[in-house]
């Protein structure tokens, strides 16, 4: 069962432009995390987000996290062909068992 | 400080042959999580070692087993391989548990059973 549900699932945009990915889930999480994964490489953590509401920078993306805790969003102003790569969202519940549920992921292309 | 290295980084394997990947944590870090990405699908957790003891199993059959050593490194094992388990296996590891912990990724393994 997929708890995570990521949208869209491919994205393919030209330099300069800005986007909007979104995580979605009917369950509640301690925490959400953002990925960023390339080709033949394991995912690079991105940001963690834990109180609900919060909303973090990184430069040009910034993420939110739902008031429920239950949803999240990765906006990219300006996108350069850098940021293409495999963008993963995952939850984390509390707990002892640190268990990292992921979305399906969105796979964007940008394109110079 | 070094990174999470994985080993090997290909492998090929046929249906019901027995196969044993490697992790090794990054340096201080206690807890190892294995994860198993399929083409097209984000990454399910198998199970994570902590202090050398299962720490919790994801939705994956006896035949997925695991080790943790002493040094903290770890290996997934899983025999009477299936088509199905081709897949890129991750390993992540982080400086204790805790769901605020950061996890950092190794590069995987990629696995084809033909």
């Known amino acids: 069962t997929q708890l995570l549900e990521q949208s869209p699932q491919f994205l393919s945009i030209q330099e300069g432009e800005n986007l909007t990915v979104y995580c979605n889930s009917s369950?509640?999480?301690?925490?959400l995390q953002w990925y960023r994964q390339e080709p033949g490489e394991g995912p690079v953590l991105l940001v963690t987000?834990?109180?609900?509401?919060e909303v973090k920078k990184l430069k040009r993306l910034t993420f939110q996290f739902g008031d429920a805790r239950k949803d999240s969003s990765l906006h990219i102003t300006a996108a350069q062909p850098g940021d293409t790569g495999l963008y993963l969202c995952?939850?984390?519940?509390?707990?002892?068992?640190?268990?990292?549920?992921f979305g399906k992921g969105t796979l964007l292309t940008v394109n110079p | 400080e070094t990174g999470v290295t994985q080993s090997p980084t290909h492998l090929i394997k046929t249906r019901g042959q027995q196969v044993t990947l490697r992790c090794s944590s990054q340096s201080g870090h206690n807890t190892v999580s294995w994860y198993q990405q399929a083409l097209g699908q984000g990454p399910q957790f198998i199970f994570q070692?902590?202090?050398?003891?299962?720490?919790g199993r994801g939705n994956f059959p006896p035949r997925f087993s695991g080790l943790q050593f002493p040094n903290y490194s770890s290996e997934l094992n899983v025999n009477a391989l299936e088509l199905d388990d081709s897949a890129l296996y991750l390993c992540?590891?982080?400086?204790?548990?805790?769901?605020?912990?950061?996890?950092?990724f190794g590069p995987g393994t990629r696995l084809l059973v033909l």
């Open positions: 369950s509640v999480f301690s925490s």
């Open positions: 070692y902590y202090r050398e003891e299962e720490n």
């Open positions: 992540a590891s982080s400086l204790e548990l805790g769901f605020q912990e950061t996890q950092y």
């Open positions: 995952a939850g984390a519940r509390g707990g002892s068992n640190y268990k990292l549920t």
């Open positions: 987000v834990v109180t609900g509401g």
